[in-house]
Structure formats: structure tokens, C-alpha cells
């Protein structure tokens, strides 16, 4: 991985559903590019399209127009497990799994060693002081605590880039802002850049950087005055 060049590339990405004029514009034609160790919000409105333009970055959806690359990480097939990890904003964690399971799944389908990957799952658990739910299942977890693991699942491979879509949601402020500890946390010690999309004003203070989205445009630089509109 060259971290010199951009992590991840859009040159005039967009993604529009449908088609004729039922069409819907979810993302317009974007550049931007997110460069190793970048700290970000991706804020706006629900339905703005700011899912949207990660699952784009992340390379879970393609482009209608234009092209994602990563030109810092690899091709597609490179993306994951590892370099880019997702954190969701709604429950992901496979209920018969244990929490330690949960975290070495994606491990083991990269070819990891049950061993290794438990290994890796307990240390990613350990660091993120997660390790007394190791043993337990989804069920048995808060909201909180489970977008807790998802983190740790997330950073376990120790990713390039994680980007996280609304991982505080669906929890309470006190669970939220633990959460954004625990991302923050895990980011620097992955060394990983980091993308949260949110519409809390509390949760993008904390990252460096505000992009906005507004009906599918995206603008890179937002001042803080504009986004207390």
C-alpha cells in the first residue's frame, strides 16, 4: 500500500436507481479523495445520500457514472477483508456467533487459521477493553456494546480506511459517545483513516473535517456556520 496517494479516488462518481423518469439521483457526479490518516464527517440530512456515497467508497455498490478507485490500497478484490473496513448503523453481528466469533469471521473467510483469527479477535477485543463480552451472543448485548464489536470486528484486520455509516444512530448519548471513543481509539491504532457519516452535530466535532451532502451534491468544505444552519 503506497499511503502517499489517495486511499480512496472519486473522479465524478455518482450513482443514480432506476431508470428513465422514475430515476432517482442518489449520489451526483463527485470527486474527492480521502488521504491516509484523514479524520472526516460526512454530514447532512437523512436521505442526502451520504450511504450511499460510502457504500461507493467502500466498494460495496458501483458507480452509475464516473469511477472509484484506491489507488493507495489496490483493486477491488483487495478492498476486504482488511484494508476497508464498514461499520453499520443497524445490527450486524451474526446471532449464533459469540462476540469473540463475531470478530474472527472475517478473518477466517480471508484465510486466516481459526487460531490466528481467534488470536487476532481476542487482541483486537483486549485493546478495545471489549474482552469480558467475548463469550457472549448478540442477544446478550446493548446497542451500544454491540456497535462496540462491530468496531472491533472492524478494525481486527487492521484496515487502511474504516468508514462508519451512522454507527450512533440508533443508540442513546452516552452509548454514542462512547462509540466515537471506541472509533477514534481503534483508528489510531490501526494508523487507519477514518469517515463517519452522521447528522449529529456532537459526533462530527470530533473528527477534523466536515463534508456535506444536500440532496446528493457533495461539498468538501464546510464551515462550521454552515452546518449550524
Known sequence: MTTAEPL????GAGRTFG??????VAVEPTDCAIAAGARIALVGPSGSGKSTLLHLMAGLDEPTVGAVSWPGIGGRPALRPGPVAVVFQGPSLLPPLTVEENVALPLVLDGRSDRDARAAAHHALALLDLLELRDKLPEELS?????RVAISRAVAGQPAIVLADEPTGQIDRASADAVVDLLLAAADHAGAALVVSTHDPTVADRMRERWEMHSGRLVTSVEEEAWSR
Open 8 to 11: 480512496v479516488l472519486c473522479s
Open 143 to 147: 446497542g451500544g456494546q454491540a456497535q
Open 19 to 24: 431508470h428513465g423518469a422514475t430515476a432517482t
